[in-house]
Structures are given as C-alpha cells and as structure tokens.
T-cell receptor, first 116, second 114 residues
C-alpha cells in the first residue's frame, strides 16, 4: 500500500480483556517497529522486526505484551489482560532499510487504546 | 543514560513570525538526529534528519535544523510560520552502530495565532 495502515484506529477495552492491534506496513519494507505513545508524551520503543524475525523486544513493558510478524509483512501487537496503564496510542512504523539508529521511519496513524 | 530533552512543552507564535524549537540530547556516541511532526489524528512525518556532514540541514515545508556538537543541540527553525504548521513536534535520536530504537523527546506543541 501507499502508506502504513493500522487497525483498529480506536479500541475501547474493559480491564482484563485481550486486544489485538494490526499493522500493515509499506509493501517490501524490511523493518517494522512498534512504539507506544502515552498522552502528552513522545513515542517509546516497544519492539523491532527485521522481516519475520523479532530482533529486539526490549521495550515491551511486560509479558502481557506480545508481537508477531509471521510472514514478514503484516504485524500484530497483542496485549493480554489489559490494564488501565496500557491506555495509549500504539504506533507502527516501517522502513525499507535494515534496522539501525539511522532508520528513516514511515509511521501509521496509530491505534488508540482506551482501557476502562 | 541516553536522553532527549525538548525544554518547551508549548510554544505560541504569530503567523509570519520566525520559529525555533529546541532539542538537546545526551548520547555517548555520535547520534543520528531527526525531527518529526505529528498533526492531530495523524502519524508522525519526517521533517528532516542529520547523519553527518554539513551541520545545517534543510527539510520539508521550509524547515531547517542545525547540529551543534559543542552544545549537544539540534534546534529546528523556520523563518516564517504558517497556520498549517500548528502541530506537535518531536526531536528523536538514534544510536550510532547499536540499537534499533529511536529515542524521542516529549514533544513541543506549536500554536499559531493569526
């Protein structure tokens, strides 16, 4: 596609529910990143995929967070047993380059998660 | 510890006035430096980046930024602001030769008045 597509754009979950957020990166982009943006804050790194390999998951806040990219294209971020502190915008970004600090990222519009 | 600081949470400028948004970083090695802009309900868009070479870099929408190693700064400037520039601006730093993550500042919200 022309850009990075994320769905759903908005998700309201009751505390304890599981949620799944989808990211469809730009076709052919090798690198895919997930970031979490809390209200009034800058994005914070969650995890990085190079094709289907998850090379860095150091930013995932707990073992309730799980991400996958099984075929090296679409990625899903899953949050189990959601808590109120999980409320945030989850941003997906992709890049045609191999992962590094020099990656120029194209971001999706984000999925806004509200946990009640 | 690596950090990125944007000292100004909010800035208000009049349309047509000049703009400077500040960014300071603390990194152990030569960093890669970025400015992204985020409009409401939109993803982040790259304005410009600095990797090496000329310390004054030009970006889209008439923005420029200057890397000053001695001050650990990468301030964003625009000579004449347009109402459409109202948005959230984020400075970000990437590590050289290690790591995949960009480290973002907390952002500066720009309001443009008539």
């Amino acid at each position: 596609g022309a850009g990075v597509s994320q769905s759903p754009r908005y998700k309201v979950a009751k505390r304890g529910q599981d949620v799944a957020l989808r990211c469809d990166p730009i076709s052919g982009h090798v690198s895919l990143f997930w970031y979490q943006q809390a209200l009034g804050q800058g994005p914070e790194f969650l995890t990085y995929f190079q094709n289907e390999a998850q090379l860095d998951k150091s930013g995932l806040p707990s073992d309730r967070f799980f991400a996958e990219r099984p075929e090296g294209s679409v990625s899903t971020l899953k949050i189990q047993r959601t808590q109120q502190e999980d409320s945030a915008v989850y941003l997906c970004a992709s890049s045609p380059q191999m992962g590094s600090g020099a990656n120029v990222l194209t971001f999706g519009a984000g999925s806004r998660l509200t946990v009640l | 510890a690596q950090s990125v600081t944007q000292p100004d949470i909010h800035i208000t400028v009049s349309e047509g006035a000049s703009l400077e948004l500040r960014c300071n970083y603390s990194y152990g090695a030569t960093p890669y430096l970025f400015w992204y802009v985020q409009s409401p309900g939109q993803g982040l868009q790259l304005l410009l980046k600095y990797f090496s070479g000329d310390t004054l870099v030009q970006g889209i929408k008439g923005f420029e930024a200057e890397f000053k190693r001695s001050q650990s700064s990468f301030n964003l400037r625009k000579p004449s602001v347009h109402w459409s520039d109202a948005a959230e601006y984020f400075c970000a730093v990437g590590a050289h030769r290690s790591g995949y993550a960009l480290n973002f500042g907390k952002g500066t919200s720009l309001l443009v008045t008539p």
